[in-house]
């Protein structure tokens, strides 16, 4: 493993490295082992540590400067693994975000890499994937000037190892299994295609190795100096700069004050609405899907926004331009309709066979069982926008 890390930059992967110390002494950069913590003292880090987690979740960017301008790689490996480690001290919505923006910032590293690179970085992250650079499978899609064109597609995976990586993603139609080059078991991908699976590879390694170091400290009760005095610096940035969200509709359903019925929604938008409020790092499509349901029924748009607040990479200016221009209030002025049952399947946002062709349907009917005589004293709270119809979306 150490003579296959060795053969990349390892500075630019430092979650390859599981055992940051142990890899150290081995390489010879290190000599003997000790603690984590030691390390940081004795390397001096500890700004660098600081650096690392501050840039990532207020600026969105890994590295930060300082870290890769004459920096070693004992350095910039000890500084990493230790900036987990007081991830790991700090609430969870901050381990996520950061997971996810060092997978995105990798990102622009691997598209840099040879087909071989490429796939060496997809084995070391858990991805059995195939290299097919010398005879490429190539299939042709357009003509052009009495010459076809062909896409290459140079990768290859295993058909269950496709489905482990692409859950998150199979939302996407570009995503699903039976939309892909499947030949005797194998997908065939393209360098974009395995780039963003390295991606997702990469974001779920970090959270691993911040669970491993949250287990360590639940077991030693408290994090060691001077790690101790990072966290403190680095909370009071975050809780000036990036402060954690708020609760979106955890709490008593009381404290709700929109015009949605929560209890109303059905099962597909409900399963949405609870995986974003757990900080689930949510797809394009359940994005799309939530944020359009609630606008149709009359949700505001600081409702709508509040959906996302425990979503990884939430940015609110992001958010909001995002929720207006579904709204219609801005670019086009067009008002975006939200899924039906069809697309949702198609989707596979689907949970259940609710017998209607619309979220919105299902959400009046449950709302009008909600109001029955027979359901007399169950708790509702606020109502549908007068505006809102149950059928005005059907033919999206």
Request: net charge positive; aromatic share 8%; with cysteine.
């Amino acid at each position: 493993m150490s003579k296959a890390i060795e053969a990349l930059r390892v500075q630019d992967y430092p979650y390859l490295v599981s055992d940051p110390i142990s890899y150290l002494v081995k390489t010879g950069r290190l000599a003997l082992r000790m603690p984590l913590w030691k390390a940081v003292d004795i390397l001096g880090v500890d700004e660098h540590v600081e650096d690392i987690v501050i840039h990532a979740v207020v600026n969105e960017r890994y590295p930060p400067p300082k870290l890769v301008e004459k920096t070693d790689v004992s350095r910039i490996i000890v500084s990493f693994h230790a900036a987990l480690l007081v991830l790991a001290a700090l609430p969870q919505w901050y381990s996520k975000r950061f997971a996810l923006v060092v997978a995105k910032s990798s990102g622009e590293k691997l598209s840099k890499l040879g087909d071989r690179e490429l796939a060496l970085v997809a084995r070391l992250m858990g991805i059995d994937v195939e290299v097919h650079d010398r005879n490429p499978l190539r299939i042709p899609y357009r003509s052009y000037r009495g010459r076809l064109i062909s896409a290459e597609y140079n990768f290859s995976l295993h058909y269950i190892d496709y489905a482990r990586w692409t859950r998150r993603l199979s939302g996407d139609p570009r995503w699903k299994i039976t939309n892909q080059l499947l030949i005797a078991s194998r997908v065939f991908v393209d360098r974009d295609q395995l780039a963003r699976l390295v991606e997702e590879a990469i974001s779920k390694r970090i959270e691993e190795l911040i669970d491993r170091y949250s287990s360590s400290l639940i077991q030693s009760g408290q994090l060691p100096h001077p790690l101790d005095l990072v966290k403190n610096r680095v909370s009071e940035v975050l809780e000036k700069e990036a402060p954690p969200p708020r609760p979106f509709m955890g709490g008593a359903r009381s404290e709700y004050k929109g015009p949605l019925v929560l209890e109303a929604f059905p099962p597909c938008m409900a399963r949405i609405l609870e995986e974003a409020r757990r900080g689930a790092n949510l797809s394009h499509h359940q994005r799309f899907a939530i944020a359009t349901f609630m606008i149709s029924l009359g949700a505001g748009e600081d409702e709508v926004v509040d959906v996302f607040r425990n979503v990884p990479d939430f940015n609110e200016k992001k958010t909001r331009y995002q929720v207006q221009h579904l709204m219609g209030a801005r670019g086009s002025g067009k008002k975006y309709l939200p899924y039906n049952c069809d697309k949702m399947r198609t989707l596979n946002l689907c949970v259940a066979d609710c017998g209607t062709r619309t979220p919105m349907q299902k959400y009046f009917q449950n709302l009008r069982e909600m109001r029955s005589p027979r359901r007399e004293g169950k708790a509702i709270i606020g109502g549908p926008s007068r505006g809102a119809r149950g059928d005005s979306q059907d033919k999206q």
